[in-house]
């Protein structure tokens, strides 16, 4: 069964970092684009950033692009995002989602899988 696993969230203050993991099991990671979501209360769901296949390739958001990296060990079946100098503005839940494509986009609407998400709070 394919299944996708978020993990790394918490609380942390403003200018602080935290690292989200996006397990995969159930399907060979190398063959999905993984991108990243999230979504505030209140809010549409945000494309945050995405990595192809064998990461060749990253976008980013413009509001986390300089502060977030993306990367992914597919030996360990696993994707990373790396988020630095976080901001109030950056509390959410986190998803991950695996889309069967050469490409990644910031569109929701095109992935296939989806975890089931970590709260992210950014607050002193």
């Known amino acids: 069964q394919l299944q996708l696993v978020e993990s790394g969230g918490g609380l942390v203050q403003p200018g602080g970092s935290l690292r989200l993991s996006c397990a995969a099991s159930g399907f060979t990671l190398n063959s999905y684009a993984i991108g990243w979501f999230r979504q505030a209360p209140g809010k549409e769901r945000e494309g945050v950033s995405c990595?192809?296949?064998?990461?060749?390739?990253?976008n980013f958001a413009n509001s986390v692009r300089g502060r977030f990296t993306i990367s992914r060990d597919n030996a360990k079946s696993t994707v990373y995002l790396q988020m630095n100098s976080l901001k109030p503005e950056d509390t959410a839940i986190y998803y991950c989602?695996?889309?069967?494509?050469?490409?990644?986009?910031?569109?929701?609407?095109?992935?296939?899988?989806w975890g089931q998400g970590t709260q992210v709070t950014v607050s002193s």
């Open positions: 990595i192809t296949r064998y990461g060749g390739s990253t």
């Open positions: 989602a695996a889309q069967l494509s050469s490409l990644c986009t910031l569109s929701g609407g095109t992935y296939d899988y």
